[in-house]
């Protein structure tokens, strides 16, 4: 019985895990308070699995934490009070060719970047307010003044 | 913008380009070391002048309309400022490369030990993925090793299967012979260079 209902609770699991589209470019893997992906006029709660895509809007509520890992290998983690825009992304897994912008409207980003960003020093641009960040690799921290 | 709003011309423009430019939120960005014992760069503009970012720490601080603040920030406080973005990055991901019993399918059994570390990775992981990517040597054409590498790593994804990953968790790429382990001229027969490297993630 027991294993019945373990074999159950799998099937479930399974029926319910989100469906894998071309479309998606990374997955959350860390989630933590309040976190949201707003996709359009659609706003989705974001657990861990959520698959993200391109023009989705992360956002984190105040005691809120999310980190992402991209199709590149790119991590990426916003802070509580943060608003991101994934405006734009490409990744040829061949090639390695590609091309990554996101936009920080607000809080705050630890990057780590990945294939894209090593292929080709102008790939990857994280923009802020007042700022444009080429990403020449790997690590860093941003912070947008004015959340708190 | 009214006909007024027009008549004062550039100007007028100019200065509301200004203020909406010193109105922006400030932004930080600091340079960490990477954990390979390297540390990358990142560039940092603001319209009117750019600065890099190539040691441990620098920081640079845009505010619209000023020049680009530098200094060097302390790790106490990137703890203090970061503490909770940096515990929410995901975990890294981890590669393998696996090797294959001559002309056959058949692993290795040092990568047969490898599998079972990637089985037991895969349920340690949050919504673990694996990427399995092949490789091949400099024999044959470009185009003709961008399929082979291709269908090393479907090969390889119809083994795992079996030992219990799920099908829409692994995901294959070829790389053909654009990565190799040891260069070599073109069409040289380099066996570590047949190979399918595995990334859990």
């Known amino acids: 019985m027991k294993r019945l209902s373990v074999t159950l609770l799998a099937f479930v699991a399974m029926l319910m895990a989100p469906v894998a589209s071309a479309d998606d470019i990374g997955q959350v893997k860390v989630t933590s308070g309040a976190?949201?992906?707003?996709r359009g006029a659609e706003r989705l709660p974001a657990l861990v699995g959520t698959r993200v895509r391109v023009s989705d809007t992360v956002v984190t509520g105040d005691d809120g934490s999310v980190g992402i890992t991209f199709t590149d290998n790119t991590l990426l983690s916003a802070g509580p009070r943060s608003t991101l825009v994934l405006e734009q992304y490409a990744f040829n897994s061949t090639t390695h060719d590609g091309k990554f912008n996101a936009r920080l409207d607000r809080g705050s980003?630890?990057?780590?970047s990945g294939k894209i960003a090593k292929q080709a020093p102008?790939?990857?641009?994280?923009?802020t307010p007042s700022s444009l960040l080429g990403v020449r690799g790997t690590e860093f921290l941003v912070k947008v003044e004015g959340a708190e | 913008m009214t006909r007024a709003g027009l008549r004062h011309g550039a100007g007028s423009i100019l200065l509301a380009l200004l203020a909406a430019c010193a109105s922006k939120p400030p932004a930080t960005v600091i340079l960490l070391p990477g954990q390979d014992g390297t540390t990358g760069a990142v560039v940092v503009s603001d319209g009117e002048s750019r600065t890099v970012l190539d040691t441990p720490y620098a920081t640079a601080r845009a505010s619209g309309?000023?020049?680009?603040?530098?200094?060097?920030a302390s790790e106490q406080e990137v703890k203090k400022d970061f503490g909770t973005t940096l515990a929410s990055l995901p975990p890294r991901p981890s590669k393998y490369t696996l090797y294959f019993l001559l002309g056959t399918d058949q692993f290795t059994d040092e990568t047969q030990k490898q599998v079972r570390q990637v089985l037991v990775e895969v349920a340690e992981r949050p919504a673990a993925e694996v990427v399995v990517i092949g490789h091949t040597d400099r024999v044959g054409t470009e185009l003709r090793n961008d399929q082979l590498s291709l269908q090393r790593a479907q090969r390889v994804k119809t083994l795992l299967i079996p030992l219990g990953i799920p099908e829409n968790r692994i995901v294959t790429a070829g790389r053909g012979e654009r990565e190799p382990v040891?260069?070599?001229a073109d069409n040289v027969d380099?066996?570590?260079n047949r190979r399918v490297e595995i990334n859990v993630r």
Do not use: Y
């Not at chain 2, 309309?65 to 060097?72: D, E, F, K, L, P």
């Open chain 2, 182 to 184: 040891v260069p070599t």
């Open chain 1, 122 to 127: 102008d790939a990857m641009v994280i923009k």
């Open chain 2, 190 to 192: 380099e066996a570590k």
């Open chain 1, 109 to 112: 980003l630890a990057v780590v």
């Open chain 2, 65 to 72: 309309g000023q020049s680009i603040a530098r200094r060097t």
């Open chain 1, 35 to 38: 976190v949201h992906i707003q």
